[in-house]
């Protein structure tokens, strides 16, 4: 059990070096083959694992290894046939590792916070720990923004009070507000915060006033040491409840208790609010976020992308964030919408798709095309044109594609132009067996149901076959 052990640690070390969206994309199950002084071999699940580790993650796994055991210099990796044995006690899940780590660590860090929520009288529950600043994108627009809240979080009730932000809506406000609260109560956590909405406000006010408990309401916020209070835009024409957040603010106001409210405009367009309420807005600082641009975009969509543990490819999160330009909801959305498609039909992102997705969600007719990531399609006119398409992509000779060769770097990409020739050009089996070697009927059969049930486990490659057909048009 020392090889796990060893490996364990090796994993953990390549957790903290490389991007938590790549580990999960190209580390499956992995185990230690032969362990000396110098070299250590690793066995894994698949040929394209090891052509990934090999190729864009040799040098991280080589120094996560040198940590464990310092007298590695040299490391391996080879396919394993048996490696999805259940009774091989030395093979690690590389993905329920990872997972079971992240839950042990977030048990062991838990904070022990004060959350005080206006809308209940029970025991405090935690803030929604997924707003930090690590998953937060800090654009131009939004910096000074960001630097308001950042001040106010290291320094409440002495900086910046009240503090105003408006902005145009799905720009991440809650996002902002909620870390802004979160970092209050890491630092303070004797202290009340309170983050709120002005609809559950409304809706507590009424309540209060129908059990004549106006008082205590005022009272509950009153032990408030910081109140945040987003969507302030509906508290229009809404007289009574206004007249009840100015009695909140007056009170917190001279108890020198720490204020942020956001709206969707600046304080001088509030016309719908009693002008005693909106000169109180204007005590202290206001600041405002813009529409992010194409870059900030691209790194949002990036980001949402790795926190659900999509691999989006490159060229389309480029050409989403070219496309998609109002605000980041919609941006989410559509990630969203091609989760789903890959979930549900197994369809991976590519241009062409994601062009009629955004045609289709009426996003725009004139859609922006980056001519560096969209290469002409190659025009297929018989079984070769496959063949050579294949052997293009993934970088092997088309002679290696025919003949009876069985490793498995091989007979992939042959599984491949079997799948594609029976599926998208409607070859029977057997002229598809005539062009390979003569292979028989069962034999072109199982490859190609072979190649489906690799793909279903295997999201890598079948982003690979997708790009494939993208691009050859079928």
């Not at 001040?151 to 009070?161: G, I, Q």
């Not at 970092?183 to 002005?198: G, M, N, P, R, S």
């Not at 129908?210 to 024409?237: A, G, N, P, T």
């Not at 050409?319 to 549900?344: D, G, H, P, S």
Request: aromatic share 14%.
């Amino acid at each position: 059990m020392e090889k796990v052990y060893k490996l364990q640690n090796i994993l953990v070390n390549i957790i903290e070096k490389i991007k938590k969206q790549d580990y999960l994309v190209y580390f499956r199950k992995i185990s230690i083959l032969e362990l000396t002084n110098e070299e250590i071999m690793f066995w894994v699940v698949s040929t394209f694992m090891k052509w990934n580790l090999e190729a864009k993650f040799y040098q991280d796994i080589l120094e996560a290894t040198q940590k464990e055991i310092p007298s590695i210099t040299k490391i391996s990796f080879e396919v394993d046939k048996n490696i999805d044995n259940p009774t091989n006690k030395y093979v690690i899940d590389c993905i329920s590792y990872y997972k079971d780590k992240e839950k042990y660590n977030k048990k062991s860090t838990k904070l022990d916070s004060t959350w005080y929520n206006p809308m209940q009288t029970s025991t405090p529950k935690p803030t929604n720990e997924r707003y930090t600043l690590s998953n937060f994108v800090v654009w131009s627009d939004n910096q000074l923004a960001f630097s308001a809240c950042e001040a106010v979080s290291k320094n409440p009730w002495k900086s910046y009070n009240p503090l105003y932000i408006y902005w145009d809506v799905w720009l991440w406000k809650t996002h902002l507000l909620q870390w802004t609260s979160n970092e209050i109560i890491k630092k303070y956590k004797d202290k009340k915060v309170v983050y709120t909405t002005a609809d559950k406000f409304i809706t507590e006010y009424v309540m209060s006033v129908k059990k004549r408990s106006v008082e205590k309401m005022r009272q509950k916020f009153q032990e408030v040491d910081v109140l945040v209070i987003d969507d302030v835009q509906f508290f229009s024409w809404k007289e009574q409840t206004q007249n009840e957040l100015y009695n909140v603010f007056n009170l917190l106001y001279e108890a020198n208790k720490q204020i942020i409210i956001s709206w969707d405009r600046a304080p001088k367009e509030l016309t719908e609010l009693e002008p005693r309420l909106r000169s109180r807005f204007e005590w202290g600082i206001t600041v405002d976020i813009g529409k992010p641009d194409f870059e900030t975009r691209l790194a949002i969509l990036q980001e949402k992308a790795r926190e659900k543990e999509f691999l989006l490819p490159q060229d389309v999160a480029e050409f989403i964030a070219a496309n998609v330009t109002e605000n980041v909801r919609e941006l989410e959305w559509v990630l969203n919408q091609l989760i789903a498609e890959f979930e549900l039909d197994w369809n991976a992102p590519t241009l062409s798709r994601i062009a009629q997705k955004l045609k289709k969600l009426s996003f725009t007719s004139d859609l922006i095309w980056n001519n560096k990531t969209w290469a002409p399609k190659k025009t297929i006119r018989s079984y070769e044109d496959v063949i050579d398409a294949v052997s293009s992509h993934f970088w092997i000779e088309k002679e290696w594609i025919l003949w009876e060769n069985r490793k498995k770097e091989f007979m992939i990409p042959r599984q491949v132009s079997m799948y594609l020739l029976k599926t998208k050009l409607n070859y029977t089996y057997e002229r598809i067996g005539n062009i390979f070697s003569w292979r028989n009927h069962a034999a072109v059969l199982y490859s190609c149901n072979k190649l489906e049930q690799i793909m279903k486990k295997d999201k890598d490659l079948l982003h690979e076959i997708n790009s494939l057909r993208d691009w050859i048009g079928i």
